[in-house]
T-cell receptor
Framework: SAVISQKPSRDICQRGTSLTIQCQVD?????MFWYRQQPGQSLTLIAT?????????ESGFVIDKFPISRPNLTFSTLTVSNMSPEDSSIYLC????????????FGPGTRLTVL | DAKTTQPPSMDCAEGRAANLPCNHSTISGNEYVYWYRQIHSQGPQYIIHGLKNNETNEMASLIITEDRKSSTLILPHATLRDTAVYYCIVRVSLGGGADGLTFGKGTHLIIQP
């Protein structure tokens, strides 16, 4: 299993600013993922962040808007840049562990409100 | 990944078995059925997965039809803490890596006291 923490747990930001969300895992993992959950919606994958390589972004998400760092096997950051009210969402990180990566563990999420 | 269809909401009495259906008629031979749930204000939680045989763990049972076009997640004795959105996801299980998950709308299961 894996225990994941995220910082901050929530934030209220002004339009045009940027916020960096941290994801910390209690064990070394290769594969990490970032998701967005807009109000009342299910989760949407933003990108896959593997240590030692550039993040891979899903359709509709770009690096300039959501830069990701993955400096080591236990940590990752997601930055939401030049924010607008449409970026108000919960942002979650997850990791895949185990030999077959069948189970993914999720962090508690960061609730972002953009005014 | 194959598309799944789930009812948007279901009610179940506390102490009863909760049976959550999922249709995945376009599932491929190498795709597994996964179930996750998301309790309010928390991240999703893995429940169970299977390929074609029925599976059981400490949380739930998964029944997959013989043609694999549908499945049912069973919570044998539902409690109020099982109130959550349940997601049925069909995807390939990769031994050497993993892709992110594609979440549908899920079923909002409400356990009634």
């Amino acid at each position: 299993s894996a225990v994941i923490s995220q910082k901050p747990s929530r934030d209220i930001c002004q339009r045009g600013t940027s916020l960096t969300i941290q994801c910390q895992v209690d064990s070394q993992v290769t594969m990490m993922f970032w998701y967005r959950q807009q109000p009342g919606q299910s989760l949407t994958l933003i990108a896959t962040a593997n240590q030692g390589s550039e993040a891979t972004y899903e359709s509709g998400f770009v690096i300039d808007k959501f830069p990701i760092s993955r400096p080591n096997l236990t940590f990752s950051t997601l930055t939401v840049s030049n924010m607008s009210p449409e970026d108000s969402s919960i942002y979650l990180c997850s990791v895949a562990v185990g030999g077959t990566y069948n189970e993914q563990f999720f962090g508690p999420g960061t609730r972002l409100t953009v005014l | 990944d194959a598309k799944t269809t789930q009812p948007p909401s279901m009610d179940c009495a506390e102490g009863r078995a909760a049976n959550l259906p999922c249709n995945h008629s376009t599932i491929s031979g190498n795709e597994y059925v996964y179930w996750y749930r998301q309790i309010h204000s928390q991240g999703p939680q893995y429940i169970i997965h299977g390929l074609k045989n029925n599976e059981t763990n400490e949380m739930a049972s998964l029944i997959i039809t013989e043609d694999r076009k549908s499945s049912t997640l069973i919570l044998p004795h539902a409690t109020l803490r099982d109130t959550a959105v349940y997601y049925c996801i069909v995807r390939v299980s990769l031994g050497g890596g993993a892709d992110g998950l594609t979440f549908g709308k899920g079923t909002h299961l409400i356990i009634q006291p």
